[in-house]
């Protein structure tokens, strides 16, 4: 599932910088830091009036607007520790500054931008640098070794072995993450979701490899080559370094079973990943929040709960643009590789796309009868019950390799929440970690079979 986890600030670079001439000597990044100070500390009438016409009319005519600002930051984050690292450097006729603070749940980067006369012509927040959630799990009772997929390659990939401590052979299990890059920890908001499992799972007597995503680690290669862009698919995203980390497993005496583990469409894709590379290398997988349906229907019902949150004058319009694209997946099966190639549905390549509509993970799951623990938390809104474990059972009817079960109070990171879920990034909560109960049953279920 295409996953919006970057918190995004309701503050842009509020005042047009047009290029001066002469920079006034006191708008350093030592006076820069000052005035940041003073604004951490809740003085936002000074900040305000040290701030251009333009910036100040932006920000609702008050130091209300700044006040606002902040309040929204720190509901956000947490509260304000200690300014970290302090850089400026002048840009296009005025003095640019880079401030790097520091809140309970993650560290931010300010850009503030001072004119001719030293008055605060921009503010911005550049990054979100989430703080990851501390390890839970004594160390002792695993040991870690960092691997590498295709070492020696142009793709190269960083990844980490975990072994329970003791004397092997150890089950095992591949993790593959959801949509998008994603570390190897699968860090989403200050939540370390792989690594909470990796390090739990070893605790309890499972080794588990764990990776960068292709997406993650070589964005820089895929911006460089326009034709793997282009026809980038399943294969690259996932397959790949599946296959790699089932070679690495396969030959190291210390592994015994081995199982993918999939998350979010990490799970959905689990059962073809297991056809593609061969069912019989496989005990079995775990399925986490992930659904039967290709990604555009997914995509589609996230479409719709968006929806129901617009103003009613704006549903109608909303409504029919969904309406078409939902018309355009239809006719994909017939469209060329070059038609695909510059198609769109849903935001994501047609081309992608395509490739993901062309296997049934349902039917691969029934032909290959390879035992599956499908799980999901009811508070999931990315990919709801209904899309997920609910669709699994009904997709799957009366077949006996599956075992299900859904977590009351657990949400679509593993983590358990209070309340009702809101359909917005304010159910993920920077620090917490993965469900121990999921961890436990994931474990029962690899050592019990």
Do not use: C
């Amino acid at each position: 599932m295409k996953r919006v986890f970057s918190l995004i600030v309701a503050i842009a670079m509020i005042a047009v910088l047009i290029p001066g001439t002469v920079l006034a000597q006191e708008a350093t990044a030592e006076t820069a830091e000052a005035l940041m100070q003073t604004l951490f500390d809740g003085d936002y009438e000074t900040v305000y009036n040290a701030s251009t016409a333009d910036l100040q009319k932006a920000l609702g005519g008050s130091a209300d607007g700044l006040a606002g600002v902040m309040a929204q930051i720190t509901q956000a984050y947490g509260a304000f520790e200690a300014i970290e690292t302090v850089s400026g450097e002048p840009s296009q006729g005025y003095f640019v500054v880079q401030l790097v603070g520091a809140y309970e749940t993650a560290e931010l980067t300010f850009q503030l931008a001072f004119d001719t006369e030293g008055l605060l012509a921009g503010f911005s927040v550049t990054a979100v640098n989430p703080k990851t959630s501390k390890s839970l799990v004594d160390e002792s009772a695993f040991h870690a070794e960092p691997i590498t997929l295709r070492a020696g390659q142009p793709d190269a990939t960083d990844g980490m072995l975990l072994l329970p401590t003791g004397e092997g052979p150890f089950p095992a299990v591949i993790m593959m993450q959801g949509s998008g890059a994603s570390d190897m920890n699968e860090t989403v908001i200050g939540i370390a979701v792989f690594r909470d499992l990796a390090e739990g799972l070893a605790a309890a007597g499972v080794a588990s490899i764990r990776y960068d995503k292709y997406t993650y680690a070589h964005e820089d290669l895929m911006a460089e080559n326009p034709e793997l862009l282009a026809s980038f698919t399943v294969n690259e995203e996932y397959i790949l370094d599946a296959q790699a980390a089932l070679e690495l497993l396969q030959n190291d005496e210390r592994i015994g079973d081995i199982y993918l583990l999939g998350h979010s469409q990490g799970a959905m894709l689990a059962p073809r990943i297991m056809d593609t590379l061969g069912a019989d290398s496989f005990g079995g997988a775990v399925l986490i929040a992930g659904s039967p349906l290709h990604l555009w229907e997914i995509q589609y019902h996230q479409n719709l709960a968006f929806v129901k949150t617009l103003a009613e004058k704006d549903q109608s319009a909303a409504m029919s643009q969904i309406e078409a694209m939902v018309a355009q997946a239809d006719t994909l099966p017939g469209m060329t590789a070059d038609e695909l190639k510059q198609t769109t549905l849903f935001g994501v390549p047609a081309y992608y796309q395509a490739d993901e509509m062309s296997v049934d993970a349902a039917q691969t799951a029934i032909k290959l009868a390879k035992p599956l623990f499908i799980v999901q938390g009811a508070k999931d809104w990315q990919a709801t019950p209904a899309d997920g474990i609910q669709a699994w059972q009904a997709a799957l009817a009366d077949s006996t390799f599956a075992t299900y079960k859904l977590y009351p109070d657990m949400n679509h990171l593993l983590v358990d929440m209070q309340g009702e879920p809101t359909g917005s990034v304010d159910d993920y909560v920077a620090g917490s970690h993965v469900k121990q109960e999921l961890i436990d049953d994931i474990a029962a279920w690899i050592l019990g079979r």
